[in-house]
């Protein structure tokens, strides 16, 4: 799905939680927003909907896109309340894919390609560190979690 107002656009808030609350009105686990301008990059959102408690968690490797959905978090509560559901949880990260320890703020680097990341040389067993760009873009493959 894709939000086609820009992001520093007023109304964009407004268009945004409004689509957080119609996939989680529908039940939906996992999408994909585009926002406008394309280089906002893309959205990762996960929806968990249990006892009438939503958890919602956003991937955003944009530092802007981010400050927005802080910004506009209480519109989503109150959208959820309007359809009987409370927002137990609304996190919001640069990264994806559930890499809890390594999340980065996004502060005071002015980059937007995403976090860096260390690889372990001793997975590979050659013992060396390499650092490198972490590719956050979405291959098309979903996952189904239980």
């Known amino acids: 799905t894709s939000v086609d107002v820009p992001v520093n656009h007023a109304e964009w808030g407004d268009k945004l939680m409004g689509k957080l609350s119609w996939l989680t009105a529908k039940n939906l686990s ?3 927003i585009h926002l406008t301008p394309p280089d906002m990059g893309p959205m990762e959102v996960r929806v968990r909907v249990q006892n009438d408690q939503a958890n919602i968690t956003v991937h955003a490797a944009n530092p802007v896109v981010r400050d927005q959905l802080e910004l506009h978090s209480h519109r989503l509560r ?3 309340g309007e359809q009987g559901l409370a927002l137990a949880q609304f996190d919001v990260s640069s990264n994806s894919q559930n890499q809890s ?7 005071g680097d002015g980059s937007s390609s995403g976090s860096d990341t260390v690889l372990s040389g001793a997975e590979n067993g050659d013992g060396e560190v390499h650092t490198g760009s972490l590719d ?5 493959a979903v996952d189904i979690f239980a």
């Open 30 to 32: 996992v999408a994909e």
């Open 78 to 80: 109150d959208m959820l």
């Open 136 to 140: 956050l873009s979405w291959n098309g």
């Open 101 to 107: 320890g390594e999340q980065g703020t996004g502060e």
